[in-house]
């Protein structure tokens, strides 16, 4: 298998974690790396929603395919604006190369390029495949992806509704319209630029525009005058990253002050989880679970209610937020007022709203939303989709387990 570049290694490492959760711990995750070490997938094709290959196996040939949902234009849009502040994401996107930025949401305003695990779906020619179920073929190719990736990592922007080189257009025409440029290259551990990350600079700088005059002093920050630490410490770049992350989480708390908004702050508990839904998170699972008395099942499905609600999200994924009764009553007969057909009845069961026909469950949080839950395997898994609109929340649990139908 291809070893990842340095800079691909988040986008790597954030597939293979969201991967292996989508796969549900199936045994065909294993059997699938086997056939794919064995040279059973054929060449990975990218269409906008799909990766599909032919996987041969048994003597016999199949067609496998995993499904992840397009970017919307705005979250494209958003994505192009959170890069073109990294110098060295935007050298690389001009150069036609994908940036290692692009693979960590808390990087771009959480909008994630690599789909998270209950947005990856499968089918297969093969009979388990036609139920929407994970099998070896599928599974292979997913290991496939992730092999693609650490060389060719621009297969996932296809996927997701955007070439490569479309989105360094859209990259170009913001920056053509901006009133500064992308600022300084950083040099390379041996104090160099690459010439070509330095001409796409130059090639795509906007026009010169005169210095406004302030009374102020120059600041300059303290990460972009510093020397990357020896390993196994964070790079400077990563230092910076880190200090943006803590800047716009602090600036967040500030402007819920006073709101009355409740679990939004990230107590311990959410905040461990938000480390583990990180890419690199996940390898400090198990002494997360040591620490915090919870199990890695109960983590990992907290990683994904974070993933899709925040820490209210990781709250509710764990156990729902008592609510009185009255509540709950109320947020039942807007559900039932909001169907067109009522197939099934929708109990009160332990502080949720639970339809066991469909599948689908709602829980309040401790932000005052409702978050939509889809049985999985026996279990409830998080979907997207909350809401303070409970009607909303039931619809958004309807189609996550459309989009991913699996055993009740």
């Not at 190719?141 to 922007?157: K, T």
């Not at 005058?225 to 770049?237: E, F, G, H, I, M």
Request: net charge neutral.
């Amino acid at each position: 298998m291809t070893s990842p570049t340095r800079g691909m290694s988040p986008l790597v490492a954030a597939w293979k974690q969201n991967f292996h959760l989508a796969t549900g711990g199936s045994p065909s995750y294993t059997k699938g790396l086997n056939l794919h070490r064995n040279g059973a997938v054929g060449q990975v094709h990218a269409a906008p929603g799909r990766l599909s290959a032919a996987v041969g196996a048994k003597k016999a040939t199949h067609k496998a395919v995993l499904a992840l949902p397009e970017l919307t234009t705005a979250q494209w849009h958003t994505l192009a604006d959170r890069l073109a502040d990294i110098p060295q994401a935007v050298a690389d996107l001009l150069a036609n190369r994908v940036p290692a930025a692009i693979a960590d949401p808390g990087h771009a305003r959480g909008t994630a390029i690599v789909p998270g695990a209950d947005e990856i779906s499968f089918s297969c020619s093969c009979p388990t495949g036609h139920t929407g179920r994970v099998c070896d073929h599928n599974a292979a190719l997913g290991h496939a992806v992730a092999d693609r990736l650490a060389g060719a990592a621009s297969v996932l922007l296809g996927a997701r509704g955007m070439a490569t080189r479309s989105f360094a257009a859209l990259l170009r025409d913001r920056l053509a319209g901006a009133d500064t440029g992308p600022g300084s290259l950083p040099a390379h551990a041996d104090g160099t630029v690459r010439a070509d990350q330095l001409y796409s600079l130059w090639a795509n700088r906007p026009p010169h525009q005169p210095a406004p005059e302030y009374d102020l002093d120059t600041v300059t920050p303290v990460t972009a005058t510093l020397d990357d630490p020896p390993a196994p410490c964070p790079t400077s770049q990563d230092l910076a990253w880190m200090t943006q992350d803590a800047a716009d989480r602090a600036r967040a708390l500030l402007n819920s002050t006073g709101t009355g908004v409740a679990g939004q702050p990230h107590d311990p508990l959410a905040d461990a989880v938000r480390i583990l839904a990180t890419p690199d998170g996940v390898r400090r699972l198990t002494d997360v679970a040591r620490t915090t008395g919870h199990t890695p099942s109960t983590l990992r499905t907290m990683m994904i209610g974070y993933r899709y609600g925040g820490p209210a999200g990781a709250h509710a994924a764990h156990t729902p937020t008592p609510t009185p009764p009255a509540t709950l009553e109320q947020a039942r007969e807007a559900i039932r007022a909001s169907r067109a057909v009522a197939l099934g009845s929708i109990d009160i069961i332990d502080g949720t709203l639970t339809d066991t026909t469909a599948g689908l469950q709602l829980r309040p949080g401790p932000d005052g939303a409702w978050f939509p839950f889809t049985s999985f395997n026996g279990e409830w898994r998080p979907a997207a989709g909350s809401s303070d609109d409970p009607s909303a929340a039931y619809q958004a649990a309807r189609r996550a387990r459309t989009a991913r139908p699996a055993a009740r």
